[in-house]
């Protein structure tokens, strides 16, 4: 089975940096990705790692290291629109597809002013 | 481009009745197709999945049942509700070669 762990809730004021770690413990990893939530709306692709190492988009960069089961989500310059849940996703292999996601609860990101 | 779209939007139902929440993809072929449930407050649940024309997982054993009648068209069903079915109900897409999934807009169902 599949074990992924983040923290419930962080609090950052604009204009700074928060970083959401992901721990996991999976068989057939094929891939990680974070998503953003807002209340009440389906979740949104921000980022995907399927090697080691950063991977950056504007404000957001996301890390993978395979061999520790760990990622983290950075986001910097935070604004208030950046009050969400972010989910981290681990996509496993089946014998029949090319992958399915396995969610973590999600870690629910306040920005203050 | 491609799209993803569930209805209905919302629904409130009482227990005991059936439900039927539908999916359609346009703009892909042969996506692999997902059902997902959100409890209040908990993570997202991998319900039901299909790589192709009436193939589905399913990955907990419930009273919900899925469908997938044509390639890009995907269903959801109840013959009889339970209030534990009530929650945020997506379906999502990804190519069958592909990496992301895409979400539908979620259907909120409350059973009472």
């Known amino acids: 089975g599949q074990n992924i762990d983040q923290p419930t809730e962080m609090t950052a004021t604009e204009g700074a940096i928060v970083q959401i770690n992901c721990t996991y413990q999976?068989?057939?990893?094929?891939?990680l990705f974070w998503y953003q939530q807002h209340a009440g709306e389906a979740p949104t692709f921000l980022s995907y790692n399927v090697l080691d190492g950063l991977e950056e988009k504007g404000r957001f960069s996301s890390f993978l290291s395979r061999s520790k089961g760990y990622s983290y989500l950075l986001l910097k310059e935070l604004q208030m629109k950046d009050s969400a849940s972010y989910l981290c996703a681990v996509r496993v292999m089946t014998t029949d597809s090319w992958g399915k996601l396995q969610f973590g609860a999600g870690t629910q990101v306040v920005v203050t002013p | 481009s491609q799209t993803i779209h569930q209805w209905p939007a919302t629904l409130v139902q009482p227990v005991g009745s059936p439900l039927s929440l539908e999916c359609t993809v346009e703009g892909t072929s042969n996506p692999n197709l997902y059902w997902y449930r959100q409890a209040a407050g908990r993570g997202l649940q991998l319900l039901f999945y299909s790589v192709g024309i009436g193939q589905i997982s399913s990955e907990v054993p419930q009273n919900l049942s899925a469908s997938r009648p044509q390639d890009r068209q995907f269903i959801l069903s109840s013959k009889k509700l339970l209030l534990s079915d009530s929650g945020f109900y997506l379906c999502?897409?990804?190519?069958?070669?592909?990496?992301?999934?895409?979400f539908g807009e979620g259907s909120w169902l409350t059973v009472v």
């Open positions: 999976t068989s057939g990893f094929n891939g």
């Open positions: 999502a897409w990804s190519a069958e070669a592909g990496n992301t999934i895409y």
